[in-house]
Structure formats: C-alpha cells, structure tokens
Nanobody, 121 residues
Framework: VQLQASGGGLVQAGGSLRLSCVAS????????MGWFRQAPGKQRELVVVINGSGGRIIAADSVKGRFTISRDNAKDTLDLQMDKMKPEDTAVYYC???????????????WGKGTQVTVSS
C-alpha cells in the first residue's frame, strides 16, 4: 500500500490550502481514510477521518467548520480542504488508511509520508 500526499505549503492566517492523497495497492472503498497531523514537540493527532461509506466523518473539534474532507472511491483519492487557517494548524500532515471503519482513537494501518503545512500569522 502506498499513500502519496501533496498540496502542503505556506499560507497566511485566514487563507486556504488543499491537500490531496492518492492511494494504491488495495481496494480502499470500504476502508476509512483520513488526515492526521504532528506539530513540532507534540504528538500526532487526528484531524479528520471519513469512513468507507462516506457516511460518517470524525473530526477534531479544532477543525470543525473550517476543514472539509472528501474522497473519490473510483479514483482512490482523498482530499482535505482547509479554510480559515490558523497558525496553530502548522504541522506535518499525514494521510492514513484503516482497514474497515474508524472510531475515535482507533489506530490506522497504513501511513503516507507527511506534507508540511505552515500558517503564518
């Protein structure tokens, strides 16, 4: 399984970025896919995960109303639209997959290499 994330970069506070992840190596339509992030000196944390059916989304409170996750099961892609960004969103963002559904605090089975997101104040 390979997960390739792209779209990171530098943005000013209040701005937007869009991350994309392309998955390959298995059928992902029934898997949970999501984004996690790790800021310097902090533990990796959940950003938002979407289950295979697309019906259930689990997001950190800090990003609700600002970040939108979407997936295309036909293309095995996962996107994260980040709006109204804040300096505290600065982190390395990772795309990840869990076989089956995800519930908060579950582990993920596959991880991509991260992409740096920096929000300047």
């Amino acid at each position: 399984v390979q997960l390739q994330a792209s779209g990171g970069g530098l943005v000013q506070a209040g701005g937007s970025l869009r991350l994309s992840c392309v998955a390959s190596g298995r059928t992902f339509s029934t898997d949970a896919m999501g984004w996690f992030r790790q800021a310097p000196g902090k533990q990796r944390e959940l950003v938002v995960v979407i289950n295979g059916s697309g019906g259930r989304i689990i997001a950190a409170d800090s990003v609700k109303g600002r970040f939108t996750i979407s997936r295309d099961n036909a293309k095995d892609t996962l996107d994260l639209q980040m709006d109204k960004m804040k300096p505290e969103d600065t982190a390395v963002y990772y795309c990840a997959v869990r076989r089956g559904d995800y519930a908060r605090n579950d582990g993920m089975d596959y991880w991509g290499k991260g992409t740096q997101v920096t929000v300047s104040s």
